[in-house]
T-cell receptor, first 111, second 111 residues
């Protein structure tokens, strides 16, 4: 089965700085890589995703890059704001559509 | 609200009792997933339906767990003879294509 590793587990940045979270996956057959943001006590919220035929995708302050050869993908958040503080999860999809999640990154944006 | 809904939101039960949770997916979504999330971890896949057919079950899913999706609409997840280790957040997600959208979850506490 798929295995997804996520780093770092915690990340603190100053407001306005950039944040980068990295994930690696094990199954070369994985073809879809979403990122979720989860605030305390709330549901995971899909914020951006990328498919294996694309190397980069951007949506306003958020971007995701994918390196299929190295089997890793990253989330980039620019101009961070206090409301970006949350736990972020990467995931990879293989087989019949189930997602395998990383262990999460607690992002804190300091004002 | 046209998002994924789950009921109940919280459930406290005594060890050995049976519990049942319900998930109502987004109406046009034919795929429905159950995940379990414990504190500080990413969601773990439990099972997956396409329409009414249960296509995949995780090895995490012991025989005390059963899920149904009659008529391909809402789904139920039943846990029989609950154990303290079953305490977790049970999340439901639905999708039409790649993107999976999560419900608010049912928090189960087994005392």
């Amino acid at each position: 089965g798929e295995n997804v590793e996520q780093h770092p587990s915690t990340l603190s940045v100053q407001e306005g700085d950039s944040a980068v979270i990295k994930c690696t996956y094990s199954d070369s057959a994985s073809n879809y890589f979403p990122w979720y943001k989860q605030e305390l006590g709330k549901r995971p919220q899909l914020i951006i995703d990328i498919r294996s035929n694309v190397g980069e995708k951007k949506d306003q302050r958020i971007a995701v890059t994918l390196n299929k050869t190295a089997k890793h993908f990253s989330l980039h958040i620019t101009e961070t704001q206090p409301e970006d503080s949350a736990v972020y999860f990467c995931a990879a999809r293989w087989a019949l559509g189930q997602l395998t999640f990383g262990s999460g990154t607690q992002l804190t944006v300091l004002p | 609200d046209t998002g994924v809904s789950q009921d109940p939101r919280h459930k406290i039960t005594k060890r050995g009792q049976n519990v049942t949770f319900r998930c109502d997916p987004i109406s046009e979504h034919n795929r429905l997933y159950w995940y379990r999330q414990t504190l500080g971890q990413g969601p773990e896949f439990l099972t997956y339906f396409q329409n009414e057919a249960q296509l995949e079950k995780s090895r995490l899913l012991s025989d005390r767990f059963s899920a149904e999706r009659p008529k391909g609409s809402f789904s139920t997840l039943e846990i029989q003879r609950t154990e303290q280790g079953d305490s977790a957040m049970y999340l439901c997600a639905s999708s039409e294509k790649d993107e999976q959208y999560f419900g608010p979850g049912t928090r189960l506490t087994v005392t």
